[in-house]
C-alpha cells in the first residue's frame, strides 16, 4: 500500500465520504492516485474558497469530516478563509495538501507558491486548525495520520495534512483507527447529571438552547428526546438555526435577542434555568440580548466542558451528557408552547417584492412540494431565512463569511443527494455563483434565490450613508442560461410565485431566479438586528 493510498482509506474510515478539489503541479501525484483508485469520489470545482465551503457544508451534514484537497501555496492560501470559517463554526473538515519533496527543499532554489519559507503554509493553517502533519516520513505516518484524523472528529474542527510529492507512492502501512471518542470521568459525569436534574426540578421556566455543535456530533435526535421527555421548550440560537428541524422536539424559534421574536427572547432570557447545549458563546448569537443571560442560572455544555454557576466540569463529551440526562430525567412537565406562524399564502400580484415575500414563497413551495434542504449566504437572505419553515439549513451564522451559499448548496447535494434551495445576495454571488458552472457537470440541480438589491444591502442597513454600498444593476438570470441553467429575473409577487413553480418542476438543471428587490428592502430580522446593535454601540459609547 502507498501513502496516498493509506491516508485515503483512514479519511474513509474516519467519515469522509468525498473529496472537493483543484490539483496543482504539486498535488498532480495525490490526485492521480485519488482518480485511479476511487477509494472516494473527486469533485473538482473552479476557485478553491468554494473548495473549502463545499467541504464545509458536506461536514456538517454527514456529522462526519468531508475532504478539500489543493495545490501547494496558490491553492491552499487560496483556501484560508473558508478553513477559518469551518474553524470557527466547529466543521470537521481535513485540508489535504500537495507539498514539496525533500529534494525541491534543499535545492537552494526559492520555489515557484512559496510565500516567505516552505513552512509557512503549514504555520498559517496551524492557527484554522486543530492538527496538523506533514508526511514527509512514510515510517511515522500511518500514527500521525490517526492522531490529527482521531482529533478533527473528537473536536470537530478543521485538521492540516501536507502531503509532500515525492511520498506519494512511498510503502506504507495501514493507518490504524484509535476511537476518538474522549473517555469519560464516569463520577464527574454523574456529579454533573445530578446538579443539572437538580436545578431543572426546582426550576419553573427551564428553557433549552441548541446550538452547532448538536449537529455536529449527531445528537439532534437525542436533544429531541431530551427535550421531550423533560417537557422543556427548545430555541435555536442564530447559528444553530435550522437545528432539529427533522425532529419532534418541541421548538419555539430561534433566539436573535432584541432582534427577534419577542415571545423567544423573552423565554430565554427569562428562563430560571437555561441548559444551553452545544451552544457557543459569539456576538452573533447574543450580542443583542436585551438583558445578559443570567450565567447564575444557565448551563452551558460545549466543546467536552460543562459550565454552571461558578464550577465547571471538564471532559465531559456532549453525546455522554445528553445521553445520561436523557437515561436519568423525566418529568410530566407540560411544555410551554410558542407557536411560530411563518408567512405564507403569498398574493400573486403586481406588487414589488420584499425579502418577507420571498419567505412566503418558500413556505409556500415548501408546504405544496415538501420542505428542501436550505444552504445560506451571508447577507440579508440568512435573516430573511428566519421566517421560512423550520427546515434544515446551513449558513456561516457566526464566522458571517460571504461566498457560502452556492458552494454550500453543492456540497449539500453531494453529502445528502437531495436537491437544495440557496439563498444569496448579489454581493455574494459575485464571489462564488459562478461555481454553478460545474452543475451539468455532475448533474447538481439547485433551486438558486437571489436576493438582488443591487448593493451590499447588509453595510447600507448599518452605514446608510456610503456610496460604496451601491452595486451595479446586473441580469443575473441571463448569466445562468450560459452557464447551463434556467435563469428567471423577477419583479413582482406574481412573477416570483411563477417563477418556484416552474424552477421545482424542472429537476435536469439548475434553476437562478433572480429577484429584483429595492435596495433599500430589508427583512424584519435584519432591520431589528442593526438597530439593536446600533443601539447597543450608542449605549457602550455613553458608557452605560
Ligand atoms: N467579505 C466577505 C468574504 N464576507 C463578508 N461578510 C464581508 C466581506 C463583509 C460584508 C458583510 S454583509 C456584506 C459584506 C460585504 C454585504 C453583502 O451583500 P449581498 O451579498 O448583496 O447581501 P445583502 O445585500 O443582502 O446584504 C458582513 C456584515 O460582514
Ligand atoms: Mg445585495
Redesign the pocket.
Known amino acids: 500500500m502507498t501513502l496516498a493510498e493509506s491516508l485515503l482509506i483512514a479519511c474513509k474510515n474516519y467519515g469522509a465520504q468525498e473529496i472537493f478539489g483543484i490539483p496543482g503541479d504539486f498535488a498532480l501525484p495525490f490526485f492521480k492516485v485519488v482518480e485511479e483508485t476511487e477509494i472516494l469520489p473527486l469533485y473538482t470545482l473552479s476557485h478553491e474558497p468554494a473548495v473549502g465551503f463545499a467541504a464545509d457544508a458536506a461536514s456538517r451534514l454527514h456529522c462526519k469530516p468531508s475532504i478539500a484537497a489543493v495545490t501547494y501555496g496558490a491553492g491552499a492560501l487560496n483556501m484560508v ?1 473558508p478553513i477559518a470559517a469551518a474553524y470557527a463554526e466547529k466543521s470537521p473538515v481535513i485540508v489535504i495538501s500537495g507539498g514539496p519533496g525533500a529534494n525541491e527543499k534543499t535545492a537552494g532554489l526559492m520555489l515557484h507558491h512559496q510565500a516567505k519559507t516552505l513552512d509557512s503554509q503549514l504555520e498559517v493553517f496551524k492557527e484554522i486548525t486543530c492538527d496538523q502533519v506533514v508526511l514527509d516520513d512514510p515510517i511515522h505516518a500511518p500514527a500521525a495520520i490517526a492522531r490529527v484524523l482521531a482529533n478533527c472528529v473528537s473536536q470537530s474542527r478543521p485538521v492540516y495534512i501536507e502531503i509532500p510529492r515525492d511520498t506519494v507512492n512511498a510503502p506504507c502501512e495501514p493507518v490504524p483507527v484509535v476511537n476518538p471518542e474522549l473517555q469519560v470521568d464516569r463520577e464527574a459525569l454523574d456529579a454533573c447529571v445530578e446538579e443539572i436534574l437538580k436545578s431543572l426540578k426546582g426550576a419553573q421556566s427551564p428553557v433549552l438552547l441548541a446550538g452547532v455543535e448538536i449537529r455536529r456530533f449527531g445528537l439532534e435526535q437525542d436533544v429531541s428526546d431530551l427535550a421531550t421527555s423533560l417537557g422543556i421548550p427548545v430555541a435555536t440560537t442564530f447559528m444553530g438555526t435550522g437545528l432539529l428541524a427533522n425532529t419532534n422536539a418541541p421548538m419555539c424559534g430561534t433566539y436573535l435577542g432584541a432582534a427577534g421574536d419577542q415571545k423567544v427572547t423573552t423565554l430565554v432570557e427569562n428562563s430560571d434555568a437555561l441548559i444551553m447545549l452545544g451552544v457557543i458563546l459569539t456576538d452573533t448569537n447574543f450580542g443583542v440580548s436585551v438583558s445578559k443571560i443570567n450565567t447564575r442560572k444557565s448551563i452551558l455544555a460545549c466543546d467536552n466542558r460543562v459550565s454552571m454557576s461558578y464550577h465547571t466540569y471538564n471532559d465531559i463529551p456532549l453525546r455522554a451528557l445528553v445521553t445520561e440526562l436523557k437515561n436519568k430525567g423525566s418529568h410530566d412537565r407540560i411544555t410551554v408552547k410558542v407557536e411560530r406562524v411563518f408567512p405564507g399564502n403569498l398574493p400573486t400580484d403586481g406588487q414589488k417584492i420584499t425579502p418577507t415575500d420571498i419567505a412566503a414563497s418558500v413556505n409556500d413551495l415548501f408546504r405544496e412540494y415538501g420542505d428542501m434542504p436550505i444552504a445560506s ?5 440568512l435573516f430573511t431565512a428566519l421566517d421560512m419553515k423550520h427546515s434544515g439549513l446551513i449558513a456561516p451564522g457566526y464566522y ?4 457560502y451559499g452556492i458552494p454550500a448548496g453543492i456540497g449539500t447535494q453531494v453529502a445528502t443527494g437531495r436537491r437544495p434551495l440557496v439563498l444569496v ?4 454571488f459575485q ?1 462564488t455563483g459562478w461555481e454553478l458552472l460545474n452543475c451539468p457537470r455532475y448533474g447538481w440541480n439547485p433551486i438558486v434565490l437571489l ?1 438582488n ?1 443591487s ?5 447600507s442597513a448599518f452605514q446608510g450613508e456610503s456610496k460604496f454600498n451601491d452595486l451595479i444593476e446586473l441580469n443575473y438570470a441571463n448569466i445562468a442560461d450560459s452557464l447551463g441553467g434556467k435563469g428567471y429575473r423577477v419583479a413582482t409577487r406574481a412573477e416570483l410565485k411563477q417563477a418556484l413553480n416552474q424552477a421545482i418542476s424542472k429537476r435536469g438543471q439548475f434553476q437562478l431566479i433572480d429577484i429584483v428587490l429595492e435596495r433599500t428592502a430589508l427583512s424584519q430580522t435584519l432591520t431589528q438586528f442593526t438597530t439593536s446593535v446600533n443601539a447597543a454601540k450608542r449605549s457602550q459609547s455613553q458608557g452605560k
Open positions: 478563509n449566504d451571508m447577507g440579508d437572505c458571517a463569511t460571504m461566498g445576495g448579489d454581493g455574494a464571489m436576493f438589491n448593493s451590499w444591502g447588509m453595510l
